[in-house]
């Protein structure tokens, strides 16, 4: 199988450095986990949205994913971005930041990569409906956004997923949550 044109703008040329194929078995599994957890998002809000993302086991076959060093693991993730927002374009089309990344977060989680969700408050915002931002991250690269976001944010959430430390108590709650 060769890769296709546009993939040299996201890895190596060198065939040495390409992430494995992520094979269909695991990928629909992700793409329904992805599905299953925007319903969530839609129906009940994000406090009850993202426990699923921290509960959220890797399928089947991700155990070969889940071994390859962490810039290949990002050049796979960025190469996986579409499917994630398939589903989320086609579950909440007018969705913006939070439902985006958490859709991006979920998909990666469930092929067997630890991403995270980041939830920020601007440092300075112009608008008020700019003041708050979400981004993923995957071992302290930004995936759906500049990497300079995170000299304009302050993050007040970090969703660690399976495996990964929990949240201090400063960052427990839900975005806006009083604590």
């Known amino acids: 199988m060769s890769t296709p044109d546009w993939e040299f703008f996201l890895t190596d040329p060198d065939p040495a ?27 009940h809000g994000w406090p009850r949205a993202y426990p699923y993302l921290q509960r959220l086991c890797p399928g089947p076959g991700a155990a070969a994913l889940t071994a390859v060093d962490h ?9 996986e971005i579409f499917f994630a927002q398939l589903v989320a374009r086609v579950l909440l089309p007018n969705g913006l930041c939070l439902p985006r990344s958490f859709a991006l977060a979920t998909y990666l989680n469930a092929i067997g990569s630890p991403a995270q969700v980041i ?3 601007g440092k300075t915002a112009a608008l008020p409906t700019h003041e708050f931002h979400a981004w993923t991250q995957l071992h302290g690269s930004v995936l759906n956004d500049f990497a ?11 969703v660690p997923t399976r495996g990964q430390p929990q949240p201090t108590a400063d960052t427990a709650g839900a975005p806006g949550e009083s604590r």
């Open 17 to 43: 450095t390409q992430p494995p194929p992520v094979p269909w078995r695991l990928r629909r599994y992700a793409m329904a986990r992805t599905a299953r957890a925007l319903w969530t998002y839609r129906k």
């Open 71 to 79: 810039g290949t693991a990002i050049r796979l993730a960025r190469r």
């Open 119 to 121: 939830v920020a408050r």
């Open 148 to 158: 300079d976001v995170l000299l304009g944010y302050t993050v007040l959430q970090r």
